[in-house]
């Protein structure tokens, strides 16, 4: 036992479980269970007890079943994530059971089962848990059991490797009658500790909470070992075919190739990109049998759904490495996927089958570069990138002792677009106003910086943080992902004024998220001097950071946006001092008014390409501000006679409104133009200033 426990160790602790009810041990087994993704990827398997509970309104004392509820993740999940169910009601509804082309209907007499009026749903893994003669049951997708699955012999390999210990059952779609085969099997075979299914995965049970989490740990860990020795000694996926390019090269290629696979995918709606270059990946994507394994798919229904019918495997030589071909070919490739994609929705289809979904990849394999996946927001791309490093282990290890095989593509698209699946899918909430949408926001570790980022991801956008300070970018994304998770937001040092600083920022945007939509060039300084004593170098340092600064980072993201071809929206943080001239600040003054008139000359640029160039003009923003801690703040407190505590009051007086700006007011304003509440404007100002005539734009 000490060998396997070096894949999977035992992390039960009795001394916390020894207080624990029954249901708390349920979620405590279940939460282990789910932190090891060599057990169960995210949101995969479930769990069960059969627990006797105060029934509330007979008080008399009751079976009910605890059940991973529909949608849920068994590692992260809390308590109401479980649907409770009596037991006798459940067992009632084999009566009612018509056979197979009825298996969907038993899923709408769950809620009269419902315990206690819990809400959670129940799954349609329901009855595959009730149905088992055990108190306690878990069912998991690891790798190593997959893999013995999804092999062609996966019946003789099964019993080889665990005897009659653990039994085995073929392909069923999950629902009522796999769930009466189970019972039948385990009830048949009572020395059984659990069952493989065949292409999906793994049950255990037994009548002790600890002991049903040690036989699933001794059960995976027992098929990892066989795997080990079986296939010790022989090149995985039939040795390398192709060389791996060196972590550099794999980035560059990948940060060139991402907003060009973005941009072919988006256009009804905008993807998340995620990169993985993980040693597996690298291996199989250089392997042999790439070629006849990757048009397969996956084996396990979770992988599947995540993974869809197979990746799209992308026309890369690494050997002769031709990026400008590669990319030349995309379009082509990307629209055969789609073509293949309608040719098997028209072949499996049913009657009552839901319409085509997107018929985009989303995982693309990348010779001797890595895998990219796309999806509708970050962490569902990382997400079913994980599960195509699961189903990458799956096929390996299935290679190695026997041959792999996918779905059947009829039983795929039955899983793909069945009915279920759909409904769940239509409860799920409406994406937010900025979802798929990525932004680079300079300046961000500032006040106006970090507040326009936190507004942006409140509406579901993706937000690099960019700011010369790298530490305090950094400081800020942490906080802001500990709100919003650590999936949407980034943080990168970056120098304006850099030509290189501001290339490889745009590269690291496009390797975590894909490429970009929303630029808010923010980056700021500020300087106060009368004209006679301006120098050359005061003039200068204005000049490079509000000037050329947003110019360099505005060109770069002109060339990716292009590169995309989606569109896209620039907002300029300028001043209200690029209109009105302020005494003792000419350099400053001036190159506002530049920032100005360059987005003008943007939006001009842009409009072709459906890219809108607007400007937000603050004024006065004093709090959370990085340039009013300084001199700046001295100097004009000096300019208008006033101390420090004075000039926000002066300020306050000054405007039309009487009203102090916030860095969240200007927040709001570069959200209105990053959002499609403006996509028809282009070439504005928007002042944020409380009321300044002398900045009226007319």
């Given at each position: ?15 916390r ?7 708390e041990k349920?979620l405590?087994?279940?939460n282990l ?9 995210f ?11 105060r029934?509330p309104?007979?008080?008399?004392m009751v079976e ?6 529909s ?7 809390k308590?109401?994530?479980?649907s ?9 509804l ?16 769950l ?5 206690n ?7 349609i ?5 009730a149905?088992?003669?055990?108190k306690?049951?878990?069912h998991?997708h690891?790798?190593a ?5 999804a092999?062609?012999n996966?019946?003789?390999l099964?019993a ?7 039994g085995w ?8 009658e ?17 069952a ?8 255990t049970w ?7 989490y ?17 296939s010790?000694?022989k090149?995985a ?5 192709r ?11 990948a ?8 941009g ?23 392997s ?17 759904l995540r993974t ?5 495997v992308?026309?890369f ?16 490739a990307?629209d055969a ?7 098997y ?14 018929p985009?990849?989303v995982?693309?394999?990348?010779p ?11 962490a569902?791309?990382r997400?079913?990138?994980?599960f195509?490093?699961n189903?990458i282990n799956v096929?390996?290890?299935?290679s ?13 698209f ?12 239509q ?5 937010k ?5 990525v932004?680079l ?9 970090s507040?326009?980022?936190?507004r ?17 970018a ?15 937001v ?12 501001v290339?490889a ?10 490429g970009?939509d929303i630029l ?8 106060s ?30 060339r ?8 896209g929206?620039v ?5 209200k001092?690029?209109l009105?001239a302020?005494?003792n ?5 001036t190159?506002?008014?530049?920032e ?13 390409a ?5 400007v ?24 208008y006679?006033?101390?420090k505590?004075g000039?926000?009051e002066?300020?306050?007086?000054r ?7 916030l ?6 304003g ?7 509440l ?5 070439g ?9 005539k002398?900045a009226?734009?007319r």
């Amino acid at each position: 036992m000490a060998a396997r426990e070096n894949h999977l160790k035992n992390l039960w602790d009795d001394a916390r479980a020894g207080s624990m009810t029954e249901s708390e041990k349920l979620l405590y087994r279940s939460n282990l269970l789910g932190s090891d993704k060599r057990v169960t990827n995210f949101g995969g398997g479930n769990t069960s007890a059969k627990v006797m509970e105060r029934d509330p309104l007979t008080g008399q004392m009751v079976e009910v079943l605890w059940v991973k509820g529909s949608g849920g993740d068994i590692g992260s999940m809390k308590m109401d994530g479980f649907s409770t169910l009596y037991m006798e009601k459940v067992e009632a509804l084999r009566g009612l059971y018509r056979g197979v082309a009825h298996e969907d209907e038993m899923v709408g007499y769950l809620p009269h089962c419902t315990f206690n009026l819990n809400p959670r749903a129940a799954s349609i893994d329901t009855p595959l848990h009730a149905y088992v003669p055990r108190k306690h049951v878990d069912h998991v997708h690891s790798d190593a059991i997959i893999a013995l699955a999804a092999s062609v012999n996966s019946k003789a390999l099964t019993a080889e490797v665990f005897g009659d210990s653990i039994g085995w059952l073929p392909w069923k779609r999950p629902g009522f009658e796999l769930g009466l085969w189970l019972n039948k099997l385990a009830v048949e075979n009572p020395q059984m500790r659990g069952a493989v299914l065949e292409s999906h995965g793994l049950f255990t049970w037994a009548d002790d909470a600890k002991d049903c989490y040690l036989t699933t740990l001794e059960v995976i860990n027992t098929a990892a070992d066989w795997l080990a020795a079986r296939s010790a000694g022989k090149p995985a996926f039939g040795g390398a075919a192709r060389p791996t390019l060196d972590a550099g090269q794999r980035r560059d290629l990948a940060a060139r190739l991402m907003p060009a696979i973005r941009g072919l995918i988006s256009k009804d709606r905008h993807k998340v990109g995620h990169f993985d270059d993980s040693p597996e990946v690298l291996e199989f994507v250089g392997s042999a049998m790439l070629g006849t394994l990757a048009p397969m798919g996956t084996s396990c229904p979770d992988h599947f759904l995540r993974t869809k019918i197979a990746p799209l495997v992308v026309d890369f030589d690494p050997a002769k490495p031709d990026l400008e071909a590669t990319l030349a070919s995309l379009p082509a490739a990307v629209d055969a996927y789609r073509a293949g994609y309608a040719a098997y929705y028209d072949r499996c289809k049913h009657a009552d089958s839901p319409a085509l979904r997107d018929p985009n990849a989303v995982v693309y394999l990348v010779p001797g570069v890595g895998m990219i996946t796309f999806a509708a927001d970050k962490a569902t791309a990382r997400i079913s990138a994980e599960f195509y490093v699961n189903a990458i282990n799956v096929m390996r290890g299935a290679s190695a002792v026997s041959t792999y095989q996918g779905l059947p593509e009829q039983e795929a698209f039955d899983i793909e677009y069945w009915l279920l699946e759909e409904a769940k899918l239509q409860r799920m909430p409406k994406p937010k106003a900025l979802a798929g949408r990525v932004a680079l926001v300079t300046g961000g570790a500032g006040g106006i910086g970090s507040a326009t980022a936190e507004r942006l991801l409140k509406d579901g956008a993706c937000v690099m943080l960019a700011d010369i300070d790298g530490a305090a970018a950094q400081d800020v994304a942490a906080g802001m992902a500990r709100v919003y998770g650590a999936d949407v937001v980034r943080a990168v040092a970056m120098n304006v004024t850099d030509e290189a600083q501001v290339a490889a920022a745009y590269a690291t945007v496009a390797v975590e998220f894909g490429g970009v939509d929303i630029l808010v060039s923010n980056a700021g300084i500020a300087s106060s001097a009368p004209i006679e004593e301006t120098t050359l170098a005061l003039w200068n340092r204005n000049m490079d950071i509000l000037s050329t600064g947003y110019f360099l980072v505005s060109r770069a993201a002109f060339r990716m946006l292009r590169a995309q071809g989606i569109g896209g929206s620039v907002i300029f943080v300028a001043s209200k001092n690029g209109l009105a001239a302020s005494p003792n600040a000419a350099a400053y003054c001036t190159a506002k008014a530049a920032e100005i008139h360059l987005a003008r000359c943007l939006a001009l640029e842009g409009a072709e390409a459906g890219i809108r160039v607007n400007v937000v003009n603050p004024d006065a923003v004093l709090r959370g501000s990085k340039i009013w801690s300084g001199e700046w703040l001295d100097q004009r407190a000096s300019t208008y006679k006033t101390d420090k505590d004075g000039l926000e009051e002066m300020y306050r007086q000054r405007s039309l409104l009487k009203r102090s700006v916030l860095p969240e007011d200007i927040a709001e304003g570069v959200y209105f133009f990053a959002s499609d509440l403006t996509a028809k404007s282009t070439g504005n100002i928007l002042n944020v200033d409380a009321g300044n005539k002398e900045a009226f734009t007319r």
